[in-house]
């Protein structure tokens, strides 16, 4: 069953930030992944998150796939660019 993941980051490294939109695509792909939607500057409509500097969704085959691409080890330098950025949260939606 196709499951989301929801990314809210507040970025204050736009550089790395850019070298982990290089790599992005394909590990998404590695785990069958790919990006959905994203929004840069998204407006809160209701609850009390940090202003995002952009907020997206992932999708994924199954949460098993979202879970693997999130604790791969080959790919640990690449959410290190992400989470060296600024802050960042991903939530699985399953």
């Known amino acids: 069953m196709t499951v989301h993941a929801f990314v809210h980051m507040v970025i204050s490294d736009p550089e790395?930030?850019?070298a982990y939109r290089t790599h992005a695509a394909a590990a998404l792909a590695r785990h069958g992944g790919k990006l959905a939607s994203?929004?840069?500057k998204p407006a809160t409509?209701?609850?009390a998150l940090p202003d995002a500097d952009l907020a997206a969704v992932l999708e994924?085959?199954?949460a098993a796939a979202a879970r693997a691409?999130?604790?791969d080890p080959a790919l640990a330098e690449v959410h290190?660019?992400?989470r060296d950025s600024g802050q960042s949260a991903?939530?699985?939606?399953?």
Not at 90 to 94: E, G, K, S
């Open 16 to 18: 790395k930030l850019a």
């Open 38 to 40: 994203a929004a840069p």
């Open 45 to 47: 409509l209701e609850g």
């Open 60 to 62: 994924f085959p199954d």
């Open 69 to 71: 691409w999130h604790a």
């Open 80 to 82: 290190a660019l992400r």
């Open 90 to 94: 991903i939530l699985l939606l399953a």
